[in-house]
């Protein structure tokens, strides 16, 4: 079946611009996640949706940054006033819902982020 | 301070003999375990898990061993193949569900298996 997919792949825009990054995760999991990924570094949670609503969003670094996923699906992953501090590689990944080894996430290929 | 730590940022090793890749945590709260392959401009791609009441598990050519006593764990991957190099990330997430299952990772490890 169909994996994560993530649009665009890549992204160039000019600091203080507007983004908005897509996820669409695997057919039939609830749970989506945002990561990003710095070069040299692991990826860093920013936001957990189960469903609809944002059940976890501690690791976004600050209010430029918000998400939604509004159908329960697709998700979109919004910045605003973007900073040269905002590139990175950013990653969605989705897991099956709860009691079905939820904690197994597949990721998407990325939405390469540079801000110049 | 990182939680989850992969103290070699590379390995290097000969095709058909075995790679041991090594990671070490600090938070005993962790449930589970996983490792993930990344191919440069790809997403990290799922190897194999472990949930924290075990202590090792088994899939084909790749095997995780966790001993929680000393917050360690490995994947070992046998025979290795050129096809096996890539980037091997070590992630950890807590139990009971939600975002609890949020992924902590470590910084990776660069596998290059030699023909």
């Known amino acids: 079946g169909a994996g994560v997919s993530q649009t665009p792949s890549n992204k160039v825009t000019e600091k203080g611009k507007y983004v908005e990054l897509r996820c669409d995760p695997i057919s039939g999991h609830t749970a989506l996640y945002w990561y990003r990924q710095s070069l040299g570094q692991g990826p860093e949670f920013l936001i957990y949706f189960q469903g609809t609503g944002a059940a976890d969003d501690s690791g976004l670094p600050n209010d430029r940054f918000f998400a939604v996923r509004p159908e329960g699906s697709v998700s979109t992953l919004k910045i605003q006033r973007t900073e040269r501090g905002d590139s990175a590689v950013y990653l969605c990944?989705?897991?099956?819902?709860?009691?079905?080894?939820?904690?197994?996430?597949?990721f998407g290929p990325g939405t390469r982020l540079t801000v110049t | 301070d990182q939680q989850v730590k992969q103290n070699s940022p590379s390995l290097s090793v000969q095709e058909g003999r075995i790679s041991i890749l090594n990671c070490d945590y600090t938070n005993s709260m962790f449930d589970y375990f996983l490792w993930y392959k990344k191919y440069p401009a790809e997403g990290p791609t799922f190897l194999i898990s472990?949930?924290?009441?075990?202590d090792k598990n088994e899939d084909g050519r790749f095997t995780v061993f966790l001993n929680k006593s000393a917050k360690h764990l490995s994947l070992h991957i046998v025979p290795s193949q050129p096809g096996d190099s890539a980037v091997y990330f070590c992630?950890?997430?807590?139990?009971?569900?939600?975002?609890?299952?949020?992924?902590?990772f470590g910084k990776g490890t660069l596998l290059t298996v030699n023909p």
């Open positions: 472990i949930s924290s009441i075990k």
């Open positions: 990944a989705s897991s099956l819902g709860p009691g079905q080894r939820s904690y197994e996430q597949y």
């Open positions: 992630a950890a997430s807590g139990g009971g569900g939600g975002s609890n299952y949020k992924l902590t």
